[in-house]
């Protein structure tokens, strides 16, 4: 087939983005499809094949959305338009949100992972939260402020203190990647963990923490893959231990008893229902030291690097990531028939 890929764009997560995309490029180009680079944040024409596609240790903090008019300029693209499918490669911000969703499916153009709806709600993490209590789903007590506000910021540890307590986690309502992620053991550090989150949107969500293990759930096909425990090297799993090689170590299949993981994998399926969606996705659980899973969240469009989690459920499966990437782009195509 003759498959397009979206990478980079301008959000936060650019970085990963590009190494995602440069990875799909080479599978689908290995698998015999005609594959092709697009970045949404490039002018017109301009070359997005990425080359040395490397993650910094924190998020880009440069980069620069196009001028309004040339904004979706890529969507009339000769090889978005004459693409047999899109692979959509973009993390956060309108490439996750919902918003390339969107405009894919009013030009008729087919595309890979959830639709409009799931990658709007999964991108939410208030909202995302809501339904999963509605699917009986277990996930962390949380609330939802506004970094904005002097007010809001000024009572936040009291409300903190009536809610759930100390430690507690704070991030961005609609970001990936643990992009303004903190973690606050105390109340007098919550000021400041606030407006770093803030600087990403003005919602944060505080979280109550979970001290315990890292597990992960991917769903291709709407079938759970084995689980990957992450245990991250002297600290919190954030964008460093992420992106960086020998910061975490990943354990596939987790060491889990059956029960404990048949849970997890079916909690994530319903998590993965909840939010309408659909080819792949990734599903994140802190499991507690008395054996509980809480969800985090919903990735809809999660990392596809060499160090990135769905990849290493899949070669847990059995299947490597060739075969991983064409199975996602056969599930699109399926879809345009």
Request: hydrophobic content about 45%.
């Given at each position: 087939m003759k498959v397009t890929v979206l990478l980079g764009g301008d959000s936060p997560e650019r970085d990963v983005s590009l190494a995602s995309g440069a990875a799909i490029l080479k599978a689908l180009r290995a698998g015999g499809h005609e594959a092709h680079a697009i970045d949404p944040a490039?002018?017109?024409?301009?070359?997005?094949?990425?080359?040395?596609?490397?993650?910094?240790?924190?998020?880009?903090?440069?980069?620069?959305?196009?001028?309004?008019?040339e904004t979706f300029v890529w969507l009339n693209a000769k090889p978005v338009r004459s693409a047999d499918v899109v692979?959509?490669?973009?993390?956060?911000?309108?490439?996750?949100?919902?918003?390339?969703?969107?405009?894919?499916?009013?030009?008729?153009?087919?595309?890979?992972?959830?639709?409009?709806?799931?990658?709007?709600?999964?991108?939410n993490k208030d909202r995302s939260k809501a339904l999963f209590r509605e699917a009986n789903v277990q996930t962390a007590p949380h609330l939802l402020l506004d970094a904005s506000s002097e007010k809001e910021r000024a009572g936040a540890g009291a409300?903190?203190?009536?809610?759930?307590?100390?430690?507690?986690?704070?991030?961005?309502?609609c970001q990936g990647s643990s992009v303004g992620f903190s973690f606050v053991p105390r109340a007098e550090d919550l000021d400041e963990a606030l407006r770093l989150a803030g600087c990403f949107g003005d919602e944060c969500v505080v979280e109550r923490y979970i001290p315990g293990r890292e597990i992960t759930a991917a769903i291709l096909g709407g079938e759970a893959l084995p689980l990957v425990?992450?245990?991250?090297?002297?600290?919190?799993?954030?964008?460093?231990?992420?992106?960086?090689?020998?910061?975490?170590?990943?354990?596939?299949?987790?060491?889990?008893?059956?029960?404990?993981?048949?849970?997890?994998?079916?909690?994530?399926?319903?998590?993965?229902?909840?939010?309408a969606c659909r080819d792949?996705?990734?599903?994140?659980?802190?499991?507690?030291?008395?054996?509980?899973?809480?969800?985090?969240?919903?990735?809809?469009?999660?990392?596809?690097?060499?160090?990135?989690?769905?990849?290493?459920?899949?070669?847990?499966?059995?299947?490597?990531?060739?075969?991983?990437?064409?199975?996602?782009?056969?599930?699109?195509?399926?879809?345009?028939?």
């Open positions: 490039l002018p017109a024409g301009s070359n997005a094949e990425p080359r040395a596609a490397k993650i910094g240790e924190r998020p880009p903090g440069d980069v620069v959305p196009l001028a309004a008019g692979f959509v490669a973009l993390h956060g911000g309108a490439g996750e949100d919902g918003t390339v969703q969107a405009l894919l499916e009013t030009a008729g153009i087919v595309y890979t992972g959830s639709g409009i709806l799931a990658s709007a709600l999964a991108m409300a903190v203190v009536r809610a759930f307590g100390y430690p507690v986690v704070v991030k961005p309502n425990e992450i245990v991250p090297e002297g600290g919190f799993y954030d964008y460093k231990r992420k992106y960086t090689k020998g910061t975490s170590r990943y354990v596939a299949p987790a060491e889990l008893d059956a029960r404990t993981s048949e849970r997890i994998r079916r909690e994530a399926a319903l998590a993965y229902r909840a939010l792949y996705a990734r599903i994140d659980f802190r499991l507690s030291g008395e054996g509980e899973p809480y969800c985090l969240e919903v990735n809809t469009l999660p990392g596809m690097t060499e160090l990135s989690l769905v990849p290493m459920a899949a070669k847990a499966a059995g299947l490597g990531f060739e075969d991983l990437v064409g199975r996602i782009v056969r599930a699109a195509a399926a879809r345009k028939k």
